[in-house]
């Protein structure tokens, strides 16, 4: 079936370290998003991406990395730099081009820095 | 910055009853769109509504957009115990195709 697969689904860091979550889609579609979401609260944009070798800073890119180097491929990288990284992250997919612009999510992934 | 607020931020209802979320949004959109998350997972695409529409229907769901007050109401009819999650409008505002902006949602409730 196709979908997005994000992994780990929970991911516990030591502050100082680097980590890095998985987003993977078979859906065959040109854009990816990573979203955080914290307790309670409505979804924020890190970065987007709506072409391999291309991505583009959200809401709140500060502390985030991101790489495009496959169309199924869309990785985040949540730095040291940093400054309160627990919290839920999603991504997300979407085709470009048409005037739908509806988002398929994966089931995200829980951080936790301890 | 978050586009949206959902009114209120949590309902509680009785299986059967109806369930009316209001969403406000503060820029000129494409479109608006409702989403659902049940807790602890992704959220579900459940309906767009273009910004040239005014109702939109799709099963026990039904979307209305006010463009001239930026508002957009969901209304869930014959509510269940599994429609218990949280409700997030979404925009997609002019000139950002494909760049979604969420508000911070309506947990319902829907008890037995």
């Known amino acids: 079936d196709g979908g997005i697969t994000q992994s780990p689904k929970y991911l516990f860091r030591k502050e100082g370290q680097n980590v890095t979550l998985s987003c993977e889609q078979n859906?065959?579609?040109?854009?990816m998003y990573w979203y955080r979401q914290d307790p309670g609260q409505g979804l924020r944009l890190i970065y987007y991406?709506?072409?391999?070798?291309?991505?583009q800073k959200g809401d709140i890119a500060e502390g985030y990395s991101v790489s495009r180097e496959k169309k199924e491929s869309f990785p985040l990288t949540v730095t040291s730099a940093q400054k309160n990284p627990t919290a839920f992250y999603l991504c997300?997919?979407?085709?470009?081009?048409?005037?739908?612009?509806?988002?398929?999510f994966g089931e995200g992934s829980r951080l936790t820095v301890l | 910055s978050q586009q949206g607020e959902e009114d209120p931020q949590a309902l509680s209802i009785q299986e059967g009853e109806n369930a009316t979320m209001n969403c406000s949004y503060k820029?000129?959109?494409?479109?608006l769109q409702w989403y659902r998350q049940n807790s602890g997972r992704g959220l579900v695409h459940l309906i767009l509504?273009?910004?040239?529409?005014r109702e939109k229907h799709s099963g026990r769901l039904r979307v209305t957009l006010d463009t001239s007050k930026k508002s957009s109401s969901l209304l869930i009819t014959a509510s269940r115990a599994a429609d218990t999650a949280s409700y997030f409008c979404?925009?997609?505002?002019?000139?950002?195709?494909?760049?979604?902006?969420f508000g911070t949602g309506t947990r319902l409730q829907v008890t037995l």
């Open positions: 979404a925009t997609e505002n002019t000139g950002t195709a494909s760049k979604l902006t």
């Open positions: 991406s709506q072409i391999v070798n291309d991505f």
């Open positions: 859906l065959n579609h040109d854009a």
């Open positions: 997300a997919s979407s085709i470009i081009g048409v005037r739908n612009g509806e988002l398929f």
């Open positions: 509504i273009r910004s040239n529409e």
């Open positions: 820029t000129s959109i494409n479109n």
